[in-house]
């Protein structure tokens, strides 16, 4: 999925979806190869999704 079909589907600008992407990146909670997000720390997603 294009970042900017992602942004669409979650109702955020594309810059919002990057900035965020490249904090989760940085952070080693997600990886974005080939148009595809994996997890990679799915308990401190949660946790952030709860602030």
Same mark, same amino acid.
């Given at each position: 999925?294009? #970042?900017?079909?992602?942004?669409?589907?979650?109702?955020?600008? !594309?810059?919002?979806?990057?900035?965020? *992407?490249?904090?989760?990146? @940085? #952070?080693?909670?997600?990886?974005?190869?080939?148009?595809?997000? !994996?997890?990679?720390?799915?308990?401190? *997603?949660?946790?952030?999704? @709860?602030?």
């Amino acid at each position: 999925m294009s #970042e900017q079909n992602f942004a669409k589907l979650l109702n955020v600008s !594309r810059q919002t979806l990057n900035k965020q *992407l490249q904090y989760f990146i @940085q #952070e080693h909670i997600v990886e974005w190869s080939d148009s595809q997000i !994996r997890i990679i720390d799915i308990h401190r *997603l949660k946790q952030i999704s @709860q602030l």
